[in-house]
C-alpha cells in the first residue's frame, strides 16, 4: 500500500513535507553514513569454477543461475547471498573504529541504523546472519522491514521510539 492510498489523497500530491535538513538540525535524523565494506565477490563477482563442491552445488539448485558461469558484482546482493559478505559487513558496522557505524551514549552504543537490502529475500538474509552472530541482539536490532511484513508500520514506529534502547554493547564481545 501507498501512503497517499491509505489516506485517500491524490497520488504525489503531499500535503505536508519534512525536509531532511529540517529533521538534521532538529535533533531528529543524523545526515547518512555510507559505509564501504569491500569483499572480493562484491568488486569481483562470482565465477563457478572458483567456486568449492559444495558452493557448486548450492549453485546448481538456484533456479535464477540456471545456464548461467559467473555472476557480476552488480548482481551479488540479488540472488546470491556469501554469509562471510555478510558477516564481514556486520562486523564493520558494529566496530568502533572509523569505520564502524554512527555509535552514541558516549560510543558505547551503536545508533539507529538503516541496512538496505537488494529485494526482500536478502533482507531475511541479512537478518538472520546478523541474529546468528550478534545473539544477544536477536530479534531486537536487526529487523526486516519490506512490503512483505504485515506489521511493517508497527515495526517502523517502534525504530523511531526507545523500545529496543541498548544500555551497554561490547563489539569485541558482541554476544554478551
Given at each position: 500500500?501507498?501512503?497517499y ?8 500530491m ?6 531532511d535538513?529540517k ?13 564501504s565494506?569491500a ?11 572458483d567456486?568449492?563442491d559444495?558452493?557448486?552445488e ?6 535464477e ?5 559467473e ?26 573504529d ?6 552514541v551514549?558516549?560510543g ?7 541496512v ?7 533482507a531475511?538474509?541479512?537478518e ?34 526507545d523500545e529496543?534502547?541498548i544500555?551497554e ?8
Open positions: 500500500k501507498d501512503t492510498g491509505i489516506f485517500e489523497l491524490q497520488k504525489g503531499p500535503t505536508y513535507a519534512y525536509e535538513d529533521a538534521y538540525d532538529q535533533g531528529y535524523l543524523v545526515p547518512p553514513t555510507k559505509i565494506v569483499t572480493k565477490f562484491l568488486r569481483e563477482g562470482v565465477k563457478y569454477k567456486l568449492s559444495e558452493e557448486q548450492e549453485w546448481e539448485n538456484k533456479a543461475l540456471e545456464d548461467r558461469d555472476v557480476l558484482p552488480s548482481e551479488v546482493n540479488k540472488f546470491l547471498f556469501n554469509e562471510d559478505t555478510a558477516e564481514k559487513m556486520f562486523a564493520q558496522l558494529m566496530s568502533k572509523d569505520r564502524g557505524g554512527i555509535h551514549e558516549g558505547d552504543v551503536i545508533g539507529k541504523t538503516i538496505f537490502a537488494a529485494n526482500n529475500d536478502h531475511v538474509f541479512l538472520k546472519m546478523f541474529n546468528k552472530n550478534y545473539p544477544k541482539w536477536a530479534g531486537k536490532l536487526a529487523r526486516v522491514i519490506t512490503f512483505k511484513e504485515t506489521y511493517a508500520q508497527s515495526l517502523i514506529d517502534e525504530f523511531g521510539g529496543n534502547k544500555d554493547f561490547d563489539p569485541k564481545n558482541p554476544t554478551l
